[in-house]
């Protein structure tokens, strides 16, 4: 194996400077979905009952491509954005300003998916990027209302979140994600 050596910049190199908005452009964000992963966070809104045992899952619906789908909270992280960060944005951006959710202060997702734009990869398919995502299940208790694009949050119970009907609604592998959680929470065996 042979040593690499840091080379110093060039005297006339300078850092790039961010955008204090952290967004990119339209042809900023085609390029980089072109050429590497992007992060995102999907979160699973709950609502616990005294004992901290989920009794519902929130699942938000929206118009898309396909029409009528199922989805979670879900969106990219911004450059120089903390992931808890992240996930407070999306929360409020589709649940609303008084959705109350609980993010601990270091959060821990259950899992991380992959999204591929190649189907079949993983169980998770975006057909516009390869994504990372870390997936949170995120106690809310303040009232949602759906924002943006989604056009309705349902409260079910972890059984019929899982169940083959309303799984058969979602896209991207999004329902393999509420299965996931429903299990890492113990409400699936």
């Known amino acids: 194996m042979t040593a690499s050596a840091e080379l110093p910049p060039p005297d ?23 050429q590497l992963p992007l992060l995102y ?3 699973i809104p709950v609502r616990v009952d005294e004992s901290g045992d989920v009794v519902a899952v929130g699942l938000l619906l929206r118009m898309g491509t396909r029409g009528l789908t199922r989805s979670l909270v879900s969106g990219r992280v911004l450059y120089h954005e903390r992931v808890r960060d992240a996930l407070l944005r999306h929360l409020e951006k ?21 999204y591929f734009p190649t189907p079949g990869i993983t169980a998770f398919h975006d057909p516009r990027q ?25 409260w079910l119970t972890p059984e ?3 169940a083959d009907t309303v799984q058969a609604e979602f896209v991207g592998g999004q329902g393999t994600l509420v299965k996931q959680a429903m299990a890492w929470v113990g409400r699936l065996s």
């Open 12 to 34: 006339d190199w300078e850092p790039p400077v961010p955008r204090q908005s952290g967004w990119l452009t339209p042809e900023d964000l085609a390029e980089a979905r072109a």
């Open 41 to 43: 966070v999907d979160a």
């Open 94 to 114: 589709d649940l609303g300003p008084v959705a109350l959710p609980r993010v601990p202060s270091s959060p821990q997702p259950f899992t991380v998916a992959e």
């Open 130 to 154: 390869h994504a990372v995502s870390l997936a949170y299940v995120v106690p809310v208790s303040g009232d949602c209302r759906p924002q943006q694009d989604a056009l309705e949050i349902a």
């Open 160 to 162: 019929e979140a899982c």
